[in-house]
């Protein structure tokens, strides 16, 4: 499967966002997880969404600000972004994989990357 994440850009403190990942060549796996990697920091968890069940997990700084809905139809999971922060400035990654997880290295299946910058 190949992932295609894209949607990112520039956006006011309080406006919103929402990236797409698409999967091409087959389906998602059991889980879909959105990453982020701000400058100058570690790659880390947003949110990640378990396709079977539908149970969705928050990082609790994005927690009430973001969501993470899908559209089996267009086979395409995405990350909601509102109430956007200075702080959400990012570069963000979908990723794919078996166990829905907020660990990078449960997921074996990787995007490209999209930014999302958020200015004061």
Known sequence: VQLQASGGGLEQAGGSLRLSCVASGRTFGYAVGWFRRAPGKVREFVAALGLTTGTADYAASVKGRFT??????????????????????????????TVLSTQERLYNRWGQGTLVTVSS
């Open 68 to 97: 993470i809905p899908r559209d089996n139809a267009k086979n395409t999971v995405y990350l909601q972004m509102n109430n956007l922060k200075p702080e959400d400035t990012a570069v963000y990654y979908c990723a794919t994989g």
